[in-house]
């Protein structure tokens, strides 16, 4: 086996990073925290987040950047950033957003998170006016203290749908 390779994702990674964006928030989320979300909600969820089409729109975003580690062909983790779009008094658009970072759970353990972490930074540093930004599930207490370690403090709360239900979020700021 190679060692897994840091790439900005390209068009043609859509239909793979639907799979393993379903794949990984119901191992996370569902398997892991054991989330009860409601079938319909979690399936209208996920259909609308991880479709190839939606995924083809986002790595087209303005302002928005994606890379995937890639192991013989196979995704295995990927990161997204963009403008941000979190309801915090002091947010603005032009401030950077890590918005996802999802690491599968084979790849669990290889550090990939971290190096993706790394490039997202990064990037957000050199493509924002202001703050970093994050938001996190209020359980997911590995995830806070990773970024935490990198220097982010809560800044607030917020609702993220799934579906219908309510997840209760952290955001998180740095700067």
Do not use: C
């Amino acid at each position: 086996m190679t060692e897994p390779l840091i790439r900005p994702a390209i068009e043609a990674d859509a239909a793979a990073l639907g799979v393993l964006g379903r794949q990984t928030f119901l191992d996370t989320f569902v398997d892991g925290f054991g989330i009860p979300y409601p079938a319909d909600d979690l399936a209208a969820f996920l259909d609308a987040s991880f479709s190839p089409e939606t995924i083809r729109t986002k790595l087209q975003e303005p302002g928005a950047a994606w890379w995937v580690a890639e192991r013989d062909g196979e995704l295995l983790a990927f990161a997204n950033t963009g403008p941000n779009t979190l309801p915090h008094p002091e947010a603005r658009a032009s401030h950077a957003e890590l918005r996802r970072l999802y690491v599968s759970k084979a790849a669990q353990g290889l550090g990939l998170g971290t190096r993706l972490l790394t490039v997202a930074l990064d990037w957000m540093e050199a493509h924002t006016d202001g703050p970093l930004w994050i938001g996190v599930w209020s359980g997911n207490l590995k995830a806070q203290k990773l970024y935490a370690a990198w220097g982010f403090e809560k800044a607030g709360e917020y609702q993220y749908p799934v579906g219908a239900w309510m997840d209760d979020e952290f955001i998180l700021r740095r700067g």
